[in-house]
């Protein structure tokens, strides 16, 4: 199974995100902090300083700021985290010790509150809640479909388009599941499946590709080899090892004349970068017959290009020829009836068919042109009112059908 598939390279700007905290310096929150719980002599620092400072404002009796720091160990941060997360609060706000309160220096001051931030960070218990149910849209469903089964699907055929919040089109909350999409999906995934395994029952169908027509067909087009003009570059998936028949008709305007055959042009099909027909357009003799009959030198152009394998070319054929009813006008019989009894006849439908011969006689009354029809009968005879006042003829019209005209001039 033969799979040509789409490459999609996507370029675009790489974003730096960057995060400025006020009121931190380096060493603070945010910076990965040290796996090895702090010793004994640690605590005992940290735990001097709270009672030098802290602890006389904040315990058991005066409880300020509803805050009690005199029970908290501070070998178990994790165990009391939302009264240290106020702490910490307070202390990077530079709100305690209050003003005019003994307070530590700076350095010792900074070292607590990232020691304590950093007990609070290496005790903490991530937070990772189930994934709720997220659908894919349609991008990321097309694109799922091509890294894992090596096919490019157009899902806008398939699958109808997403809504969206705020342009985004990939929100959970508006990604949901009703019975007539999960329907639409389940066909995708039918026919996709039988495009990755290949199935020899697929039905031939035809896929017209059409080039812009606001694109110039006298420049290079982008991802064409280097040196061509013009063209069109076509993406597609091929799913069975089969013949493939490929078309190119050419542009014409809305009189059907093609243009650009004053110059000579060759039409070029490669696959997968392997050319396999080429064929001439245009020049003097191309233009010469464009310019006899515009329309007859476009389909021949056109045949040059239908099928690029001559098994598979279509070959155009004459059909069954139709030929019109013959009218004659404003004639008369001069002592013959044989013409009325012919027509009687034909009226009751026991009459055979006639050779007609028609001539065209010149002021000598010598035959100048002879036409024959085949096979004819009258379907048709307008007489006039026969008012002898008048100047009509005795026949005004005859309408002969007939199944072949032939000229004999002989």
């Not at 300083?49 to 009796?61: A, Q, T």
């Not at 959970?172 to 995934?189: F, G, I, N």
Request: glycine share 8%.
């Amino acid at each position: 199974m033969r799979k040509k598939s789409l490459f999609v390279m996507v370029a675009g700007p790489v974003f730096c995100l960057a995060a400025v905290v006020f009121g931190q310096t380096a060493g603070q929150r945010g910076r990965p902090s040290s796996t090895v719980a702090a010793g004994p002599q640690t605590y005992a620092t940290q735990r001097a300083i709270l009672e030098d400072y802290c602890v006389d404002c904040h315990n058991d009796r005066a409880r300020t700021g509803n805050l009690s720091l005199q029970a908290l160990d501070v070998a178990k941060v994790g165990e009391h985290r939302k009264e240290w997360e106020k702490v910490v609060r307070k202390l990077r706000a530079g709100m305690m010790p209050p003003p005019g309160i003994d307070r530590p220096d700076k350095t010792a001051y900074v070292g607590f509150v990232t020691w304590l931030e950093n007990e609070l960070d290496r005790t903490a218990t991530p937070y990772m809640p189930a994934p709720g149910l997220h659908r894919l849209n349609r991008t990321e469903y097309g694109n799922a479909i091509r890294d894992l089964l090596n096919i490019e699907v157009d899902v806008k055929e398939l699958l109808p388009p997403d809504d969206e919040s705020n342009g985004f089109d990939n929100i959970a909350d508006v990604l949901r599941v009703s019975p007539s999409l999960l329907e639409q999906y389940l066909a995708a995934a039918r026919k996709i499946s039988a495009m990755a395994v290949g199935d020899p029952t697929f039905i031939p169908v035809t896929q017209v590709y059409r080039a812009p027509p606001d694109r110039a067909q006298d420049r290079h087009i982008e991802g064409l080899p280097l040196g061509t003009r013009g063209g069109l570059l076509i993406k597609d998936n091929f799913p069975l090892d089969a013949e493939y028949q490929i078309n190119i008709v050419l542009l014409r305007n809305v009189l059907g004349y093609m243009k650009g055959l004053e110059w000579p042009h060759q039409i070029e099909i490669a696959v997968d970068g392997e050319r396999v027909f080429l064929k001439p357009v245009g020049g003097d003799e191309d233009n010469r017959d464009s310019d006899a009959n515009f329309a007859t030198a476009a389909d021949m152009i056109d045949g040059r290009f239908d099928g690029y394998n001559p098994s598979f070319a279509t070959i155009k054929m004459p059909g069954l020829q139709k030929s019109g009813n013959v009218t004659l006008k404003r004639g008369i019989f001069a002592k013959d009836n044989k013409f009325f009894d012919w027509y009687q006849a034909i009226k009751r439908n026991t009459a055979k068919r006639s050779t007609v011969t028609i001539k065209l006689l010149d002021e000598s009354g010598n035959p100048t042109m002879t036409w024959k029809l085949a096979n004819a009968w009258p379907t048709k005879v307008s007489s006039s009112d026969l008012n002898a006042s008048g100047n009509e003829v005795a026949v005004e019209s005859i309408e002969l059908a007939h199944e072949g005209l032939t000229i004999d001039n002989k």
